[in-house]
């Protein structure tokens, strides 16, 4: 009998040991989500200024790569960041996904049958961002301006076919009993699930990991990557993937996208596995975090080898002529 309760405490013991052997070599998996958009009414140097700043994180990225998951407003798809979109659906691992008609757009002041028209006509412009025989656009995610939504929000995307939802922050905004969550979890009484963005203390307050909200409270490019490096090194070796917000207006240019160059190359030197929210979201749904499990993303063309060519070309037209954003996109209650 002591001899099995030996056996026992002992077949115990290994595997402890090796879960915590595991769990220190565990890959830590990074999902970052670029939003794209501009205020309403966007001046037309505020669009070329946007769609450069869009060039600008995607190419940081792309060049090392690395993938991500972009979510561009109406208005952006609507000026020359449709080509831009097009040639990156086409041409690389990124996910297209959506959000609102404009940046800084409240969702919960709208009725049902305003944000129903504004979200389906959402999806229908990230999916035009294709070329005809060559690649489809299928859009499963979604992300509210400023975590802005409301239960309509909830009921439309239901009818969309949509995968997921980011629009939640760890510990901070979250759906009943998942304030410990960091992955995606499945919203009850919904079939999509949603997406916690990553959120780290800073001693007096705890901050979402997005670089508008760090800059909007005062906090300086540096102070940015000393968070993101803080956060990964805190989950370094634990089940918890770094999910962060950059957005273009922020991350596009100047100080703040040399913090972004930073971090990638710290998070690669650390062999951090970057990922799509779809992949992410995947491994939740199958219940395993394991990424080995996620397909090997695919060479092609590379947008930004040699000399960025058909990147250059786009982007370069924008400095020529660039139209004034149409934001005629405004539903009329009945």
């Known amino acids: 009998m002591r001899s099995w309760i030996f056996l026992g405490m002992l077949a115990f013991f290994m595997i402890t040991m090796l879960g915590t052997s595991q769990s220190s070599d565990e890959t830590t998996l990074v999902n970052l989500m670029i939003e794209s958009g501009m205020p309403a009414s966007a001046a037309e140097e505020q669009v070329k200024t946007e769609v450069m700043n869009l060039s600008n994180v995607y190419k940081t990225i792309n060049e090392r790569g690395l993938v991500a998951t972009i979510f561009p407003t109406q208005d952006v798809v609507k000026s020359y960041g449709n080509l831009l979109l097009t040639r990156i659906g086409s041409d690389s691992e990124f996910e297209l996904a959506m959000t609102g008609n404009h940046s800084n757009e409240k969702l919960s002041s709208m009725s049902f049958a305003e944000q129903s028209i504004m979200l389906k006509r959402s999806k229908q412009y990230v999916e035009s961002c294709k070329i005809c025989g060559k690649n489809e656009i299928n859009v499963t995610g979604f992300m509210p301006p400023s975590f802005d939504q409301n239960k309509d929000t909830y009921r439309i995307l239901e ?70 490096i803080g956060k ?74 040699g000399q960025d060519e058909n990147l250059f070309n786009i982007t370069a037209s924008i400095n020529r002529v660039a139209p004034a954003a149409n934001n005629t996109t405004q539903i009329m209650t009945s």
């Open 159 to 228: 009818g969309l076919d949509i995968l997921y939802n980011a629009g939640f922050q760890a510990g901070l905004l979250f759906a009943p009993g998942h304030e410990r969550d960091v992955w995606p979890y499945k919203l009850e009484g919904y079939s999509f699930y949603a997406v916690p963005v990553s959120t780290y203390d800073l001693s007096d307050k705890i901050m979402v990991l997005k670089d508008s909200s760090f800059k909007d409270n005062g906090f300086s490019a540096t102070q940015w990557y000393d968070a993101l």
């Open 232 to 305: 990964f090194n805190e989950i370094q070796g634990k089940d918890e993937p770094l999910i962060v917000v950059l957005t273009t207006s922020v991350s596009g240019s100047g100080d703040y996208l040399d913090s972004l160059s930073s971090f990638l190359d710290y998070a690669t030197s650390k062999k951090a596995r970057f990922v799509t929210t779809a992949n992410l979201v995947s491994l939740a749904k199958a219940g395993s975090h394991d990424p080995s499990l996620l397909p090997t993303n695919v060479s092609r063309e590379c947008l930004t080898c």
